[in-house]
């Protein structure tokens, strides 16, 4: 899973080597990451809504 292409692929993204926004990108996508491997489907069910 990939916030953005250029997280997926770099070979995709033409701009890569001058675009601003990049390290926002990977740096979000890593925390979305770490939060999710925080969590398990087996925990999730069991919670209470």
């Known amino acids: ?9 770099r070979k995709k993204c033409e701009f ?3 675009c601003p926004v990049h ?3 990977h740096n ?3 925390k979305f990451i770490e939060e ?3 969590h398990n489907f087996d ?4 919670q209470k809504k």
Do not use: T
Request: aromatic share 4%.
């Open 1 to 9: 899973m990939a916030m953005n292409l250029c997280l997926a692929d």
């Open 16 to 18: 890569l080597r001058q």
């Open 23 to 25: 390290h926002v990108w």
């Open 28 to 30: 979000a996508q890593q």
């Open 36 to 38: 999710l491997k925080k």
């Open 43 to 46: 925990d999730l069910s069991r």
